[in-house]
């Protein structure tokens, strides 16, 4: 799922907006988030060249910080918190190692620079702990029959048993976060605006 030029546009925008509302020293967080197979990851890498200087704006993918199907998104928000948002907070760069699913262990460190902005996307990425700093929470959805064909293209029809199980567990997730309510921004899994946004008839 890629955005339009439209909603790209008003996406930056509002984030540059909220960023220079903000009086914190805190690296400013856009945070995709939203059932597993909606865009996200094709949307981070849409907007961190717009939200860069010299280069793209740094980016976390959830993915990496899950230790497996089993994980679920509470897993990977916790470490997010531990590992980026904690060093955050005490003026260090994050730091965490990547998950390596094929080896089902850790693998090589990645530093997550205190840049302007940050973008944070994956399932748990909008957990709670991210409205104690700035951030624009931006939630991206799509129905469930369209998610699954694209993630099992993606991973191949023997993952079906893991993406249902995952697919559950995301659900009980965003009801106990209720990230879909706290988002500031609504995007559909075809690139579309919801709300939060000055385009596409949309908008609160």
Known sequence: MSVGPDVLDALVARALEARATSTSAHPFLVVLDGP????????????????????????????????????????????????????????????YR??????????????VPRAPFV??????????GVDAVPRLLVWVEADDAERLRRGLERDGHEARAHWLAWMADEADHYVRERTRERADVLIDGYGRALAGLPTGGAGR
């Open 36 to 95: 597993a197979g909606s865009g996200k990851t094709t949307l981070a890498a849409q907007l961190a060249p717009r939200l860069g200087e010299a280069e793209p704006a740094p980016v976390v993918h959830m993915d990496d910080l899950y230790e497996g199907w089993e994980a679920g998104p509470d897993g990977g928000a916790a470490r997010f918190a531990q590992w980026v948002l904690e060093p955050f907070a005490e003026g260090r760069a994050g730091r």
């Open 119 to 128: 973008v944070v996307e994956g399932c748990g990425a909008g957990a709670r």
């Open 98 to 111: 990547r998950y390596d699913w094929g080896a089902g262990r850790y693998a090589e460190e990645h530093e």
